[in-house]
């Protein structure tokens, strides 16, 4: 188990452009969450899955901002007309879901890096 | 709401000195505390958390929920130990984290 896997790792992309960002959890981990990065901040909550059902979303989940775990496993965050704004560390992390596993930390990917040119 | 400060961006100090990063925190109930660090080029990953009360690498945190704090503390720093870390706090309700904005530790030899 490699752990929590994010491609692509750099996205370069003009403004305006829509991107996609896929996140594969550690296998058998139920929960999977996306947080974003900024330089020079602490990583921010943005939206929070248990299996495929989207739980939780932060008032920072713009309308511009979509994300999917349609078959439990994998998500995906897609970004559309993206923003100067939007240039972030976008970060993915996952930890189990059963209840004896309930206190489990989560565990985080290396993130994928956007810049909007 | 819940917050977390991590008051110091930057924090030097000499190989063989103690270290102390602060943590502070703004919670109305009985949170759960973690530190997380990054080291140079490598994921963010779970350094300790309040609820196991175990020393990681040397270091420990104290949860004081008098002075809703939760400092780390190690007695001699290691250049090893240089590092991005992360307070992170998660509530009762839901499963996010809320970190704080981060303390570079620089240990000089």
């Known amino acids: 188990d490699t752990g929590v896997s994010q491609n692509p790792r750099h996205k370069i992309t003009k403004r305006g452009q829509n991107v996609t960002f896929r996140c594969d959890p550690i296998s058998e981990h139920n929960r999977l969450y996306w947080y974003r990065q900024t330089l020079g901040q602490g990583p921010e909550f943005l939206t929070y899955?248990?299996?495929?059902?989207?739980?939780?979303k932060s008032r920072l989940l713009s309308d511009r901002f979509s994300a999917e775990r349609p078959k439990g496993s994998f998500s995906t965050l897609e970004i559309q007309r993206t923003e100067q704004g939007d240039s972030a560390m976008y970060l993915c992390?996952?930890?189990?879901?059963?209840?004896?596993?309930?206190?489990?930390?989560?565990?985080f990917g290396d993130g994928t890096r956007l810049s909007i040119l | 709401a819940q917050r977390v400060t991590q008051p110091e961006k930057l924090l030097s100090v000499f190989k063989g000195a103690p270290v102390e990063l602060k943590c502070n925190y703004s919670y109305s109930g009985s949170p759960e505390l973690f530190w997380y660090v990054q080291y140079s080029r490598q994921r963010l990953q779970l350094l300790l958390r309040?609820?196991s009360r175990e020393s990681i690498k040397g270091f420990t945190a104290d949860l004081n929920k008098g002075e809703t704090s939760f400092h780390l503390k190690k007695p001699f720093a290691q250049e090893e130990d240089s590092a991005m870390y992360y307070c992170?706090?998660?509530?009762?309700?839901?499963?996010?984290?809320?970190f704080g904005g981060g303390t570079r530790l620089m240990v000089k030899p």
């Open positions: 992170a706090l998660k509530g009762n309700a839901g499963n996010m984290l809320t």
């Open positions: 309040h609820i």
């Open positions: 992390a996952s930890s189990p879901g059963r209840r004896s596993d309930r206190n489990q930390p989560q565990h």
């Open positions: 899955f248990q299996n495929e059902a989207q739980l939780e």
